[in-house]
């Protein structure tokens, strides 16, 4: 009995600091553009069926959105098709082109991955997959003439560290502003650490935060094993310039 309430006790106060709170970092992310001069370029990498997309669409901003999933492509499509400040991608980002298998559960799964993740404990077994094409944000910048990123946001079930590897043209010049990111048990199966993602960013000099349940910035200012939390957290990494973002609302 003991162990189960302190069980509940730590639960509830690593939520607090927005440790398995991912869920409600998506607004407070967004918010912290409103600083920025219109109009913003926004990434939405792993878009699924929209949800994110339809929330930043409330910002003043040009949309690139990447699915590489078949079916929930369709449903992009059918969402926000046509839309002049959207551009719709069917296919991932990656550190190299190319072609990988994305598996899944069901067609147009949210939990849809490009590893074989072995999630059978949630009683969600991916059985099904799919072959789908890859490219990397730089070239993909490249052919779009695109210069600047103002937030990068990434929802690749684990995928996340080989996106921005994809993008190193893009971060040595400075070029991308902000990057959210969720990290969990996906990382698990991807094998990469928090410790992967804060030394990326500080060699980049950018500094690493993360979102807490009540939607502010805690600035991350050295590693530490402790960061290893595989329940799904908000993760937003900032320019060393931007300082209020990740200090004025750290908590």
Avoid: W
């Avoid at 839309?83 to 990988?100: C, I, T």
């Avoid at 730089?138 to 560290?161: N, T």
Wanted: with cysteine; hydrophobic share 40%; glycine share 8%.
């Amino acid at each position: 009995m003991i162990q189960r309430l302190l069980c509940k006790a730590v639960k509830l106060t690593q939520y607090v600091q927005g440790i398995g709170a991912a869920a409600r970092a998506d607004k407070a992310v967004l918010k912290n553009l409103k600083s920025r001069q219109p109009p913003l370029v926004i990434f939405d990498v792993g878009a699924n069926r929209g949800h994110y997309l339809q929330l930043a669409l409330k910002q003043p901003a040009d949309i690139h959105a990447f699915e590489p999933s078949t079916a929930a492509f369709a449903e992009l499509t059918k969402r926000f098709g046509g839309r002049r400040n959207v551009v719709l991608n069917n296919l991932a980002l990656g550190s190299e082109p190319g072609q990988r298998t994305l598996y899944y559960d069901v067609p147009g799964s949210e939990l849809s991955s490009l590893y074989p993740r072995k999630i059978e404990h949630h009683g969600h077994p991916l059985t099904q997959s799919e072959l789908v094409p890859v490219d990397t944000l730089d070239h993909y910048c490249d052919v779009h003439g695109i210069e600047h990123i103002d937030l990068l946001k990434l929802d690749v079930e684990g995928h996340e560290l080989a996106v921005l590897k994809g993008s190193s043209q893009m971060f040595g010049r400075a070029q991308i502003s902000m990057v959210s990111f969720e990290f969990g048990g996906c990382n698990v199966d991807s094998r990469t650490f928090v410790r992967d993602f804060f030394n990326f960013f500080a060699a980049r000099g950018m500094r690493l935060a993360r979102v807490t349940a009540f939607g502010r910035l805690h600035r991350i200012p050295k590693y530490e094993e402790g960061l290893e939390q595989f329940r799904t957290t908000c993760f937003v990494a900032t320019r060393r310039a931007q300082r209020a973002t990740a200090e004025e609302n750290s908590s």
